[in-house]
């Protein structure tokens, strides 16, 4: 049963064939594109016409192609020792060249005849460095994919694949890495319950998720794949061999209808999946039918650890059956398939031999160059020491003379730091009395105001009044004919006497300051409103207690300037007034739909003016923007701390 797995482990990193989209967009053209996904979409057929007619300016791009097409049409891959010498003298100046290159020479490194899996993982970690370091994801999902499979192929470090497993969740952007990513978390579940706990649910969800999503895809291979690893838990975990069966059966037939190498090699791993379960049956005969359907599989696909396994399966099978010749013959044919297996692992131990012995040669080469350099250095000494001695005289009067002119920049910089502190405090007394004219003038503005709010509403108003109870008496009495202009004359005084009263209101709102600043300004809105020219809306947020009362003032008469202006300049009919307190900072915005200006133009002719406002919000820490666009209206924008 061990091997059984072991057999289907090792092919489950087949799948990496069918996952190459690499890449940032940033680097690549949209013909590109096109080819990886031909690729990601298993299309072989289409991939290989696309790159007889699609030309690419970067060999990089042309090899990467190239090496998938071959991988993908006949598992054949280019020796990595020479990929590597004929890389390393090619520019690589684009961060898309370098992670394609890394790219491809960890995936030479792990198929290559002698593996190289340790030296694979390293071009590929290199990979994901670039990847991270230009926030990609595309990249990082590519890279992240090689690595998960060079982390099931050893089956180790399960804690390392759990980890990549959740990061290559996270960079998961369409639906086929959405597939991929549930094929190695079965992957990873598997592992768990047969290396860790057996008592874990086997994974069966996920088989039959991912068989959902490989058919909405139209992804064959994939579907095949996981109905293979469905049988694999009903044959192995829960020991329904019939499902099993049913299921691997299911994967042939998909396998089946694929042509190409990267089908064809799980092909050999089903026949032998359904051989031995037939032999774990012990239906003896059908099992050696499909151990004899595996051998008929072109060579070039199947490697010798793989016949390894086939052979012996085969042996013990003839074994049982009693037929001892056949049992001699396939054990004969395991041992010399083992010893070549020996052969291989010898020759990469003669290889590490080889390379230690040229180390320590270099190393031997080295020490000879380290005497004859130390000879020569000690027929320079004595010169070399003579020149010393007078060096060393320069040296002390270089020293000397460098305290010197240091303790000189010393006092320099001392001096400028005072006469620096000195500037610093004397702006500070300035912008202080700077804010303290402001205050002044906002306290006599704000008497003034209501002194002259108290006199228009006491005086004027009470006269314009009068003035117009006597000017309607009067109208009684005109001889008929001068209606009109007694009509006309009564509009004109009740224009005046509303102006008046709005303008005795206007300026006269801040006496409400002492109930707080909000009351005040729905006040003040109120009033403005009642014009009917002019609707003037106001929303808060946060303003839950009381600010200072200077605060206070000084936000309302800012609001009661712009709120002016906008009656004097703008021919608006709607106004807008957001006033927010969030931490330590008040935001007001005074919108409104009117004419707008040129905010280059600015003139400040009376009253606190825009760039009097502007000036205040600055000494308080403030800022102020101003937008305006003729025709469209006008923003301002208030920051200030409290």
Same mark, same amino acid.
């Given at each position: =049963? @061990?091997?059984?797995?072991?057999?289907?482990?090792?092919?489950?990193?087949?799948?990496?064939?069918? #996952?190459?989209?690499?890449?940032? $967009?940033?680097?690549?053209?949209?013909?590109?594109?096109?080819?990886?996904?031909?690729? $990601?979409?298993?299309?072989?057929?289409?991939? *290989?016409?696309?790159?007889?007619?699609?030309?690419?300016?970067?060999?990089?791009?042309?090899?990467?192609? @190239?090496?998938?097409?071959?991988?993908?049409?006949?598992?054949?891959?280019?020796?990595?020792?020479?990929?590597?010498?004929?890389?390393?003298?090619?520019?690589?100046?684009?961060?898309?060249?370098?992670?394609?290159?890394?790219?491809?020479?960890?995936?030479?490194?792990?198929? *290559?005849?002698?593996?190289?899996?340790?030296?694979?993982? *390293?071009?590929?970690?290199?990979?994901?460095?670039?990847?991270?370091?230009?926030?990609?994801?595309?990249?990082?999902?590519?890279?992240?994919?090689?690595?998960?499979?060079?982390?099931?192929?050893?089956?180790?470090?399960?804690?390392?694949?759990?980890?990549?497993?959740?990061?290559?969740?996270?960079?998961?952007?369409?639906?086929?890495?959405?597939?991929?990513?549930?094929?190695?978390?079965?992957?990873?579940?598997?592992?768990?319950?047969?290396?860790?706990?057996?008592?874990?649910?086997?994974?069966?969800?996920?088989?039959?998720?991912?068989?959902?999503?490989?058919?909405?895809?139209?992804?064959?291979?994939?579907?095949?794949?996981?109905?293979?690893?469905?049988?694999?838990?009903?044959?192995?975990?829960?020991?329904?061999?019939?499902?099993?069966?049913?299921?691997?059966?299911?994967?042939?037939?998909?396998?089946?209808?694929?042509?190409?190498?990267?089908?064809?090699?799980?092909?050999?791993? %089903?026949?032998?999946?359904?051989?031995?379960?037939?032999?774990?049956?012990?239906?003896?005969?059908?099992?050696?039918?499909?151990?004899?359907?595996?051998?008929?599989?072109?060579?070039?696909?199947? +490697?010798?650890?793989?016949?390894?396994?086939?052979?012996?399966?085969?042996?013990?099978?003839?074994?049982?059956?009693? @037929?001892?010749?056949?049992?001699?013959?396939?054990?004969?044919?395991?041992?010399? %398939?083992?010893?070549?297996?020996?052969?291989?692992?010898?020759?990469?131990?003669?290889?590490?031999?080889?390379?230690?012995?040229?180390?320590?040669?270099?190393?031997?080469?080295?020490?000879?160059?380290?005497?004859?350099?130390?000879?020569?250095?000690?027929?320079?000494?004595?010169?070399?020491?003579?020149?010393?001695?007078?060096?060393?005289?320069?040296?002390?009067?270089?020293?000397?003379?460098?305290?010197?002119?240091?303790?000189?920049?010393?006092?320099?910089?001392?001096?400028?730091?005072?006469?620096?502190?000195?500037?610093?405090?004397?702006?500070?007394?300035?912008?202080? #009395?700077?804010?303290?004219?402001?205050?002044?003038?906002?306290?006599? #503005?704000?008497?003034? $105001? +209501?002194?002259?709010? !108290?006199?228009?509403?006491?005086?004027?108003?009470?006269?314009?009044?009068?003035?117009?109870?006597?000017?309607?008496?009067?109208?009684?009495?005109?001889?008929?004919?001068?209606?009109?202009?007694?009509?006309?004359?009564?509009?004109?005084?009740?224009?005046?006497? #509303?102006?008046? @009263?709005?303008?005795?209101?206007?300026?006269?709102?801040?006496?409400?300051?002492?109930?707080?600043?909000?009351?005040?300004?729905?006040?003040?809105?109120? *009033?403005?409103?009642?014009?009917?020219?002019? $609707?003037?809306?106001?929303?808060?947020?946060?303003?839950?207690?009381?600010?200072? !009362?200077?605060?206070?003032?000084?936000?309302?008469?800012?609001?009661?300037?712009?709120?002016?202006?906008?009656?004097?300049?703008?021919?608006?009919?709607?106004?807008?007034?957001?006033?927010?307190?969030?931490?330590?900072?008040?935001?007001?915005?005074?919108?409104?739909?009117?004419?707008?200006?040129?905010?280059?133009?600015?003139?400040?002719?009376?009253?606190?003016?825009?760039?009097?406002?502007?000036?205040?919000?600055?000494?308080?820490?403030?800022? =102020?923007?101003?937008?305006?666009?003729?025709?469209?209206?006008?923003?301002?924008?208030?920051?200030?701390?409290?």
């Amino acid at each position: =049963m @061990r091997n059984k797995l072991i057999l289907i482990f090792f092919f489950f990193t087949i799948l990496t064939h069918a #996952q190459e989209k690499v890449a940032s $967009r940033a680097y690549f053209s949209a013909d590109f594109y096109q080819v990886l996904n031909a690729f $990601r979409a298993l299309d072989v057929a289409k991939a *290989d016409s696309l790159l007889e007619v699609k030309s690419f300016e970067n060999e990089f791009i042309t090899d990467f192609f @190239r090496q998938q097409l071959d991988e993908f049409k006949n598992g054949e891959y280019e020796a990595y020792k020479s990929a590597k010498e004929r890389f390393d003298i090619r520019p690589d100046s684009t961060l898309g060249s370098r992670f394609l290159k890394e790219i491809m020479l960890g995936d030479l490194a792990m198929n *290559d005849k002698i593996s190289k899996d340790s030296l694979g993982f *390293d071009h590929y970690l290199k990979a994901k460095i670039i990847a991270e370091t230009q926030i990609n994801d595309t990249l990082r999902a590519e890279v992240l994919k090689r690595i998960l499979r060079y982390l099931f192929k050893s089956e180790k470090n399960g804690d390392l694949y759990e980890l990549y497993m959740k990061e290559y969740k996270t960079v998961g952007y369409d639906d086929y890495e959405k597939l991929y990513a549930v094929y190695y978390d079965l992957g990873l579940h598997m592992v768990w319950k047969f290396y860790d706990d057996p008592n874990l649910p086997s994974p069966i969800g996920l088989c039959e998720e991912g068989i959902e999503l490989s058919k909405k895809l139209g992804l064959t291979y994939m579907e095949g794949r996981f109905c293979q690893l469905l049988g694999v838990n009903y044959d192995l975990f829960e020991k329904e061999h019939e499902k099993g069966f049913a299921n691997y059966q299911k994967a042939i037939d998909k396998f089946e209808t694929i042509p190409y190498y990267y089908a064809q090699s799980s092909l050999f791993g %089903m026949y032998v999946n359904q051989g031995s379960v037939f032999q774990d049956t012990k239906v003896y005969p059908k099992a050696m039918e499909y151990f004899h359907k595996a051998l008929k599989i072109p060579i070039k696909i199947k +490697n010798r650890k793989d016949l390894v396994l086939l052979y012996n399966y085969m042996y013990l099978n003839q074994k049982v059956q009693k @037929r001892m010749d056949s049992a001699v013959y396939y054990l004969e044919l395991k041992n010399k %398939m083992q010893d070549e297996l020996d052969l291989l692992n010898n020759a990469l131990a003669v290889d590490e031999i080889q390379t230690k012995y040229e180390t320590e040669k270099k190393e031997k080469e080295n020490l000879q160059l380290k005497q004859d350099n130390l000879i020569l250095e000690n027929q320079r000494k004595f010169s070399r020491n003579m020149s010393i001695f007078a060096f060393v005289i320069f040296i002390i009067a270089t020293i000397n003379f460098v305290l010197v002119y240091k303790n000189l920049k010393k006092k320099q910089k001392l001096i400028e730091q005072e006469k620096q502190l000195a500037m610093q405090h004397t702006e500070k007394l300035l912008q202080q #009395q700077e804010i303290n004219a402001i205050d002044a003038m906002i306290r006599g #503005q704000e008497q003034e $105001r +209501n002194r002259l709010a !108290n006199e228009l509403h006491d005086n004027l108003g009470s006269l314009l009044a009068t003035l117009k109870l006597n000017f309607q008496s009067l109208s009684g009495k005109m001889k008929q004919g001068s209606e009109e202009i007694l009509t006309h004359s009564e509009a004109l005084l009740e224009q005046t006497y #509303q102006k008046v @009263r709005l303008l005795s209101h206007s300026k006269n709102a801040g006496v409400m300051a002492n109930q707080g600043l909000l009351p005040a300004l729905k006040k003040f809105a109120d *009033d403005v409103s009642k014009s009917k020219k002019l $609707r003037v809306e106001i929303q808060e947020f946060g303003l839950n207690e009381r600010l200072e !009362n200077s605060v206070e003032i000084l936000i309302f008469r800012i609001i009661q300037e712009l709120i002016t202006n906008i009656i004097k300049h703008a021919e608006a009919t709607q106004a807008d007034i957001h006033l927010t307190q969030y931490d330590d900072r008040i935001n007001l915005m005074v919108e409104d739909n009117g004419e707008g200006f040129d905010t280059h133009q600015i003139v400040n002719k009376s009253g606190m003016g825009l760039v009097g406002i502007e000036k205040r919000v600055q000494n308080l820490d403030g800022n =102020m923007e101003i937008e305006s666009i003729k025709g469209k209206g006008t923003t301002v924008i208030i920051n200030i701390p409290i």
